[in-house]
Nanobody
Framework: HLVLEESGGGSVQAGGSLRLSCAASGYRYCGYDMLWFRQIPGKEREFVSSITRAGKTTYADSVKGRFTISQDNAKNTIYLQMNSLKPDDTAMYYC???????????WGQGTQVTVSS
């Protein structure tokens, strides 16, 4: 079955960079995009970025120009390069896609990003 595993989180100072990865196992492409979300405790999970199989990308306004999503289709892995990090970027970051059989949303376990001022 489909399993997503994020990695690459950590603690950095404002202005620093991190690169997150999300590896998908039990995965086969069936038309769904891969997405990044983030969540602060007590708040709803918010959209960060998405990428289609063909490489078309979208970003939340709050991260445009600072974050870059990319993918390695051969490795079934997506990445999120985060530059010029701000304390407001502090959150748990999750990747998401959908199962092929029923289109059920599937999330990874998340990776924590902490940005200090």
């Amino acid at each position: 079955h489909l399993v997503l595993e994020e990695s690459g989180g950590g603690s950095v100072q404002a202005g620093g960079s991190l690169r997150l990865s999300c590896a998908a196992s039990g995965y086969r492409y069936c038309g769904y995009d891969m997405l990044w979300f983030r969540q602060i405790p007590g708040k709803e999970r918010e959209f960060v970025s998405s990428i289609t199989r063909a490489g078309k990308t979208t970003y939340a306004d709050s991260v445009k120009g600072r974050f870059t999503i990319s993918q390695d289709n051969a490795k079934n892995t997506i990445y999120l390069q985060m530059n010029s990090l701000k304390p407001d970027d502090t959150a748990m970051y999750y990747c998401k896609t959908y199962t092929c059989d029923r289109g059920d949303p599937t999330w990874g376990q998340g990776t924590q990003v902490t940005v200090s001022s």
